[in-house]
């Protein structure tokens, strides 16, 4: 039942992918929508809190995951110069781990959540997709495992290590919390989950992502090795120990705290090397993000990736933290990574996949010049009306402004998040447009081909 | 290692494994977070009790989503008169912990000491008729229990009269401080 054709996985997680990213990002959108109009869509189901829980659950775990899993089916092999363990796994895993997304969706409109942030499904969906993604990680180790190409290049270190990370830190965030008594305890846990699912899967299959991309979008082999190491292991080191800052001058010892800020503030060693090792691959090249999309969208990424990191450890200052916490600019920044940085280092991995995948080029590249203006456009005035925002409801707070009124005052901001929530949305489709008719005409491209192959035999 | 995956792998655990045994297990074994507080134990409903069933429709109903639980001993929080500074103690039968980590709309942790029944039943159900401008969204579509329970629920969040005495003297002390 499950199809072994070449390749057809990773094409096969990108569709799925797609799909997810545009009802993923109408959840965002509804969620804006109903900060300016409360009441609208406003029932049991699809009341504010479920409809943003769906939001940061399905762009995380179903669109930005499933895109990882479609490049990594795809980058694996073809770095061990191996075929993929098992197409036919691939295939299952990919309807499986579907049909889990689907059961936590719909578990979040029925109102079951168990609050942990980027793990709010409850403990039933947990168990299935933890064992979906035991699978995906399986078929890929396997895979490592029959390869060809002795030398581990540094992408494979980062997906080596994330599909290790990723079902291990889902167990300490998602499982021992429902039965440790201790609010405070719990909230260690579920940070320890909510920062590395960002730090240890996010960000390092993004950043393998990436040193994949450039050589081959560029033709010029990558800066520096030593450096890629340095940068590999500091990750590893310091990402693990930055839970604790979410929960920065609120109700934990100060030597939690502090084990927390100061690997926060580190990581901005590890965060120099890697993008010093892009942007020295870059050297000379830069000139072709004119016309290259994907090398277009991957730089783009790597710089909301600098800013997301310059951002990152500031934040971790308990000084800033006071003016910022709890407010619009935390929302701000919480998409820079998922959406600025590595949703657009996979937007550059479809656009370089799909078509080695099908033979044939992107369909349009006017589409891809829109996906991408529409994308950076949309982020930029959605993230600056955020950061605007927080700042001046962080010091109006401060100054002992009367909540609701701060409310009234952050109406503009609100509104333009919305437009610019509109803008990234709308980019989206031109991307699944795109890809629906490059998939469609390959076909038929090769129906023909085949046609007159018969013809002329 | 640039050859042996296992290695790689190996390592990778380490490391991972160093980072949960400083954020997550070592904090098991302090005081602080884990024994409770006078208005901690306030917190320890009785199963059944209207105030543990309001608890999950707040849960249900994702008011955590917009509404922290968190209050600081910073001046953001202080200047909105949020009430006495949390403590670890006081979450510790908080399962799941309702910190939150966003304030679309007010922090909830000592609620219960700024408004009555009524008010809350009427802001509930039509919150724009309290708040003027409020975003947060009717709740009406709960049931009229649900509703007496969420209630009971958002009137239990008080700390103990000693904490809010002595709370209460520090701002005196404070304000007069700066009147100086």
């Not at chain 1, 995951?65 to 089916?73: D, K, P, Q, R, W």
């Not at chain 1, 390092?204 to 090795?225: C, D, E, F, N, W």
């Not at chain 1, 509109?422 to 090769?446: C, D, G, H, R, S």
């Amino acid at each position: 039942m499950f199809t072994d054709e070449k390749w057809s996985s990773s094409k096969n997680w990108f569709i799925a992918a797609v799909i997810w990213i545009i009802i993923g990002m109408s959840m965002g959108l509804l969620t804006a929508a109903k900060q300016i109009w409360p009441d609208l869509l406003n029932n049991r189901w699809t009341t504010y809190g479920h409809i943003r829980s769906a939001h940061v659950m399905l762009v995380i775990y179903a669109w930005l995951s499933m895109a990882y899993v479609g490049s990594m089916f795809y980058m694996i092999p073809k770095l061990a110069k191996t075929k993929i363990y098992s197409e036919k796994l691939g295939n299952f895993s990919l309807v499986f781990y579907n049909i889990v997304i689907l059961e936590g969706f719909f578990a979040l409109l029925d109102g079951q959540t168990s609050v942990i942030e980027y793990g709010e499904f409850p403990l039933w969906v947990d168990v299935q997709l933890l064992i979906a993604i035991v699978i995906v990680a399986y078929n890929l180790f396997k895979t490592v495992g029959q390869r060809t190409e002795k030398m581990l290049y540094v992408s494979l270190w980062y997906f080596l290590g994330s599909l290790l990370w990723l079902p291990l830190t889902w167990i300490v965030g998602n499982f021992p919390a429902q039965w440790i008594p201790s609010g405070v305890q719990q909230g260690l846990m579920g940070w320890f989950l909510g920062h590395n699912a960002i730090g240890l899967w996010m960000t390092t299959v993004g950043v393998g992502q990436i040193y994949y991309l450039l050589p081959k979008l560029t033709g010029r082999p990558l800066y520096s090795h030593q450096l890629s190491m340095i940068g590999f292991w500091a990750i590893a080191t310091f990402y693990v120990w930055n839970g604790p800052h979410h929960l920065m001058n609120g109700p934990i010892p100060s030597w939690i705290s502090k084990a927390g800020v100061i690997p926060s503030i580190v990581l901005l060693i590890p965060v120099w090397a890697v993008l010093a090792n892009f942007w020295g691959t870059m050297k000379g090249s830069w000139a072709q993000t004119r016309t290259n999309v994907p090398l277009r969208f991957t730089m783009a990424g790597t710089i909301f990736y600098l800013f997301a990191c310059l951002q990152g450890p500031l934040q971790a200052l308990p000084s800033v933290s006071s003016v910022i916490k709890f407010t619009h600019w935390t929302v701000g920044h919480a998409h820079m990574g998922p959406f600025g940085a590595f949703s657009f280092t996979s937007f550059a991995a479809i656009y370089y996949i799909l078509p080695k995948i099908v033979g044939r080029e992107m369909f349009s590249k006017k589409a891809m010049e829109a996906h991408f203006w529409f994308s950076t456009v949309g982020f930029l005035v959605f993230a600056f009306s955020l950061w605007i925002a927080g700042v001046v409801q962080g010091f109006a707070w401060i100054e002992g402004v009367p909540f609701l009124q701060t409310v009234l005052m952050m109406e503009p901001y609100v509104q333009g998040r919305a437009i610019g929530g509109t803008m990234m949305y709308v980019a989206q489709f031109f991307l699944a447009w795109n890809m629906y008719k490059t998939i469609k005409v390959a076909k038929q491209e090769k129906k023909q081909q085949a046609l007159h192959q018969a013809v002329t035999a | 290692m640039e050859r042996k995956p296992s290695a790689v792998l190996m390592v990778a655990l380490i490391l991972w494994m160093f980072g949960v045994a400083g954020t997550v297990i070592l904090p098991l074994f302090d005081q602080e977070i884990n024994s409770a507080t006078a208005s901690g134990e306030l917190r320890n409903y009785p199963e059944d009790s209207a105030e543990a069933k309001g608890r999950e429709i707040y849960i249900q109903n994702g008011c955590q989503t917009c509404h922290t639980q968190f209050v600081r001993a910073l001046p953001a929080d202080t200047n909105q008169n949020l009430g006495p500074v949390s403590q670890g103690g006081d979450y510790k039968y908080d399962l799941p912990h309702l910190l939150g980590s966003n304030r679309t709309g007010p922090d909830l942790m000592w609620v219960g000491l700024k408004y009555n029944e009524d008010w809350h039943r009427q802001h509930l159900i039509d919150p724009q008729s309290t708040s003027p401008g409020s975003i947060m969204p009717s709740f009406d579509y709960l049931t009229n229990k649900e509703l007496d329970d969420l209630v009971a629920y958002l009137m239990s969040l008080k700390p103990t009269e000693e904490r809010l005495a002595e709370y209460k003297k520090e701002r005196e002390e404070q304000n007069s401080m700066n009147d100086k």
